[in-house]
């Protein structure tokens, strides 16, 4: 099973200030865990390029591209919102998580590799078209989905988001694409306080109530998910992978464990072997507890590569 492990060294130069969550240890302590539990050695790993300026434009307009260009500070910090800064390394990293994206959805559409892992920052669902915001500044998962769409011949995709926020970026700009399916759950009356309401009929939106466990999420996706990937019958799957929903993230107030992200994961690879010829891109987006991360990630990934707990297949 070809699986490609994808990530750019400028993800550990963007830091967002002292203390903040979203910070470059989280790339670094998935990378250290996939090496330690051999993980690693069974994947191919690839240095993100840079996304390209039309790539972007598919997703975003030239006027947010534009702004985030001239917005990049040469030293010091640049604040966005309340929650996102850029520092002088933060557009190159930015650049490399789309572009990483872009590269795993090339890889996988040609056969090259069945999977790939995108080990990335920043993080993108929360960025809109035309506006950074949530520690997010361009869409990585959907400016992948536009190549996808866009350059390689493939017709339908489905993606999967199991961020405890909802992706409200990604369901700004793919609400009402009859080419996508979206399928979400996340916290609900959490940031950033939206996704209750689906924007359009191809959105599935599973809001949990706060401190709701893995059996909650299991029914989620077994009632909504699973019979709406049925019928949609998706040539691709696209995952934004957050891990914050996790019982230890004080982000956030769900209850999921190491082994619901395992479960969740085995999910959609049925379902991609079932429809997608078990075509998945996975790329990272929240998860701030640094060990329950770690620990989630290597389960996701084992899932992707349908190894077993002692790393046989």
């Known amino acids: 099973m070809q699986v490609a492990y994808l990530s750019h060294p400028s993800s550990l130069l963007h830091e967002m200030g002292e203390d903040h ?19 690693l050695d069974l994947m191919v790993p690839i240095e ?4 390209s300026r039309e790539q972007l434009l598919r997703t975003h307009t030239g006027m ?20 996102t800064v850029m520092n002088p390394r933060t557009l190159l990293a930015a650049r490399h998580a789309a572009g990483a994206v872009v590269t795993a959805t090339e890889l996988v559409a040609s056969g090259t590799c069945r999977r790939a892992f995108c080990n990335v920052r920043p993080p993108g669902h929360h960025a809109t078209r035309e506006a950074a915001m949530g520690f997010c500044f361009f869409n990585n998962i959907v400016v992948g989905i536009h190549h996808a769409l866009g350059q390689l011949g493939i017709e339908r995709v ?9 992706g409200n970026g990604s369901e700004d700009i793919l609400a009402g694409d009859d080419r996508v399916l979206m399928l979400s759950t996340f916290q609900s009356a959490l940031y950033p306080f939206s996704g209750e309401q689906p924007k359009g009929a191809n959105i599935v939106s599973v809001p ?9 999420l299991r029914e989620a996706v077994s009632q909504h998910w699973l019979p709406a990937l049925e019928r949609f019958e998706p040539q691709m799957i696209f995952i934004s992978a957050g891990f914050d929903a996790h019982r230890d993230d004080e982000l956030s107030h769900l ?19 079932r429809h997608a010829q078990g075509r998945i891109v996975s790329s990272l ?29």
């Open 285 to 313: 987006e929240g998860g701030y507890d640094l060990l329950a991360l770690a620990r989630s990630v290597e389960q996701h990934v084992r899932e992707l590569l349908e190894v077993g707990a002692e790393g046989s297949v």
């Open 48 to 51: 993100a390029p840079a996304v």
């Open 208 to 216: 949990l109530a706060p401190y709701s466990d893995g059996q909650a």
């Open 64 to 83: 947010h591209v534009n702004d985030i260009e001239a917005r990049a500070p040469l030293s010091g910090y640049a604040r966005i919102d309340p929650d």
């Open 158 to 166: 489905a993606l999967c988001d199991f961020d405890v926020h909802h």
């Open 21 to 39: 969550p979203e910070c470059p240890d989280r790339v670094r302590v998935i990378a250290d865990r996939l090496l330690s539990s051999g993980l």
């Open 255 to 273: 209850a999921w464990t190491d082994h619901d992200y395992a479960w969740l994961t085995r999910q959609i690879v049925a379902q991609a072997r």
